[in-house]
């Protein structure tokens, strides 16, 4: 079971940091995603982590200002947000693979099979 945390309503340009809780053995070996979905648009890819090769990846509109982490002892996955801007508005979801399935993209929803409930963020301009 995958449990978000950490939404809220902000200012653009604020900061906003979510976690990503696993029970059990929900954590893939391989690593984790994060992906948020507007009102009426598609699930989107926003970064994940590889922790084999401690790679991450995120989509163009977030690099430089989101930071994908994770604590092992505490299970959990981060995803710091700063310079929020209103298009990051969005459900943000964590999202995890079978845990013997390698994601060979690592950004499309399909190659994920665990899902967080998700949490809103909003950003006012």
């Known amino acids: 079971q995958l449990v978000e945390s950490g939404g809220g309503s902000v200012q653009a340009g604020a900061s906003l940091g979510l976690s990503c809780a696993a029970s059990g053995s929900t954590f893939s070996d391989h690593g984790v995603g994060w992906f948020r979905q507007a009102p009426g648009k598609a699930r989107e890819f926003v970064a994940a982590i590889n922790w084999k090769d401690s790679r991450t990846y995120y989509t163009n509109s977030v690099k430089s200002r989101f930071s994908i982490s994770r604590d092992n002892e505490k299970n959990t996955l981060y995803l710091q947000m700063d310079n929020l801007q209103p298009e990051d508005t969005g459900v943000y979801y964590c999202?995890?693979?079978?845990?013997?399935?390698?994601?060979?993209?690592?950004?499309?929803?399909?190659?994920?099979?665990?899902w967080g409930q998700g949490t809103q963020v909003t950003v006012s301009s």
């Open positions: 999202a995890a693979p079978l845990r013997w399935s390698v994601p060979i993209t690592w950004t499309q929803p399909t190659e994920y099979y665990y």
